[in-house]
């Protein structure tokens, strides 16, 4: 079914509470694990069918943020939600205390029992206000960032338009386009700074209810972090800043050199070339046309996920005003369909998207195929390994879309996928400090920001930039403010795919098929287990970070 096509209902809450009692009154009634999972089985339609209707009216928002209809929609599913996780969470609970618990593992797997016992340990009914609450202020933080008009030459811009002129070869027109898109940030400091203290003490709050001392375990249970935990992370971090962010200085002074400067600035952060970053040759159709091409000759997997989404109109990557900034993949389970929502701004960022996102709808187009919902619940670095992999598995085919400039492209993705991942461990340890200290000021956590850039990114120079010296870059950063420790799975995930990058240089058969085994293990297995179990090393791993520089500098 075309999008376009697909009906949409709000939900009923005194429907949906009749359906769990009565979904639970049966699991307690039955007599064995079969009719148990009968009865599972059950459950697995009412989710499909909140999902749905949830991922509908969140899409229809962001396409147009002043839809007044999809607007109100948005704000019943941000009040509603947590009282639809309660109903959810007490019928889990009936399920992970089950006599026939052993037929049920069985059935959905040892990880969904996990990730259920994570969830009891990251809800309580009582915490529901302050869930609403959370979930208001973070789609305020978004509206605020979607609201943004921009003066450009006559033009009115949002941040994402903006983004391709602060792109720009000509540095005249890189630092204008900056100063631009940091007005808006500097006449908004203060909203920004307001929205964050409330989430912070909003989020303390509900780990203080549930006996935490403060959010951070419980940000990681709400994270679904079911096989590694926060000293895991601080090795991996402590492994990026020992042997990546060496070889990350390197690659940004290989930078400066190609353009010619006697020293980087922030506003050179992102340009890779003195004749400015590789762009697609064609129109936005085009490129889709040529991803859709591109896919049907990588595999016959591959072909069928690309026809239907372009049948189906599964895209929505056109900038326009009134549209969320980003990007982002989700899925529509009721019609077993991903969708692709991102914002074209003429830069290599419109490939990423077909590579990238395609990637995870790729992952969620065959997982929507398993009957097991269980199996589809997959943890977040295990969902940026699917994307961030697919973006390499995808390079043999960049010509279609940079022309003479392809082999450009792909020294320029080689050289951001490792210079992302200082910068992704920055931002994660910017939020271990926040959430461990919540009473921080507003300058003090700038000042926290500050002190690890200099850590990560000690080549950066922010002269001339006042709110950026002061450490005010994170605020533009959503990850931060709406989805809290999801930022390292990136990084996690970039390692994974760095592997592959070496693995398919040498055999990109044999990388190919145990990507392909990896998608379709879905959340079938802890990603600890499952990474081995498709021949990478555990990005926790002392030494894997080594031997991935090693394989790429040799």
């Not at 069918?49 to 147009?64: F, V």
């Not at 996920?305 to 990007?327: C, H, I, Q, S």
């Not at 589809?376 to 003479?404: K, V, Y």
Request: glycine share 6%.
């Amino acid at each position: 079914m075309k999008f376009s096509e697909m009906p949409y209902t709000r939900p009923d809450m005194d429907e949906y509470k009749k359906e769990f009692e009565s979904l639970v009154n049966g699991l307690k009634a039955a007599a064995s694990g079969e009719e148990q999972f009968e009865i599972h089985k059950k459950y697995y339609k009412v989710a499909k069918k909140w999902s749905t209707a949830e991922n509908l009216a969140m899409i229809r928002h962001t396409i147009n943020t002043e839809d007044e209809f999809y607007k109100a929609e948005q704000e019943f599913f941000d009040e509603n939600m947590p009282e639809y996780q309660n109903f959810v969470n007490g019928y889990n609970k009936v399920l992970f205390e089950s006599p026939y618990r052993s037929f049920l593992e069985e059935k959905i797997g040892k990880v969904a029992f996990k990730n259920i016992e994570i969830g009891l340990k990251s809800f309580d009914e009582k915490l529901i206000p302050l869930m609403q609450e959370d979930n208001k202020i973070s789609t305020e933080y978004e509206k605020l960032l979607s609201s943004a008009k921009i003066d450009w030459d006559g033009e009115v811009l949002n941040l994402s338009m903006l983004g391709k002129y602060m792109k720009s070869q000509d540095r005249d027109t890189r630092i204008r386009a900056w100063k631009k898109n940091t007005e808006f940030f500097v006449e908004n400091a203060e909203k920004l700074d307001k929205l964050y203290d409330k989430l912070v003490k909003n989020r303390t709050e509900q780990a203080k209810l549930l006996g935490y001392d403060n959010y951070l375990q419980l940000g990681y249970y709400r994270m679904n972090r079911n096989c590694y935990d926060k000293d895991d992370v601080k090795n991996f971090r402590d492994q990026v800043k020992k042997h990546l962010v060496p070889l990350a200085e390197k690659l940004h002074d290989e930078r400066r050199k190609r353009l010619g400067l006697d020293k980087l600035y922030y506003y050179d952060e992102n340009v890779n070339f003195a004749n400015g970053n590789p762009a697609p040759t064609g129109t936005p159709e085009e490129i889709l046309a040529a991803g859709q091409q591109m896919y049907s000759e990588l595999s016959p997997e591959t072909k069928e996920f690309m026809d239907f989404m372009m049948e189906n109109e599964l895209f929505d990557v056109y900038a326009r005003k009134n549209k969320r900034t980003g990007g982002y993949m989700t899925y529509i389970p009721d019609h077993n369909a991903p969708f692709v929502f991102a914002n074209f701004n003429g830069t290599a960022g419109d490939v990423d998207v077909i590579t990238h996102e395609c990637g995870h709808a790729f992952q969620g187009f065959l997982s929507g195929k398993d009957p097991i919902l269980e199996h589809s619940d997959i943890t977040m670095e295990t969902a940026e390994t699917h994307s961030m992999s697919m973006e390499f598995f995808t390079e043999p085919w960049m010509d279609r879309f940079f022309g003479d400039r392809a082999d450009e492209y792909r020294e320029m993705h080689l050289e951001e996928a490792i210079t992302f991942i200082p910068y992704g461990c920055m931002v994660d340890e910017f939020q271990h400090i926040v959430y461990e200290n919540p009473d921080l000021t507003p300058a003090e956590r700038r000042a926290a920001w500050r002190r690890l850039e200099k850590e990560y990114k000690p080549h950066l120079d922010y002269t001339g930039n006042g709110y950026l010296e002061a450490g005010g870059f994170w605020q533009r950063q959503h990850h931060i403010y709406s989805l809290p420790f999801y930022y390292i799975d990136y990084c996690i995930a970039q390692t994974d795919a760095l592997q592959y990058k070496v693995w398919m240089d040498r055999d990109y058969k044999a990388a190919w098929k145990s990507y392909l085994e990896f998608c379709n293990l879905s959340a079938s297995g802890f990603f600890s287990d499952m990474i081995k179990q498709v021949g990478l090393k555990s990005p926790f791993e002392d030494g894997c970070l080594k031997q991935i520089v090693e394989g790429i500098i040799s």
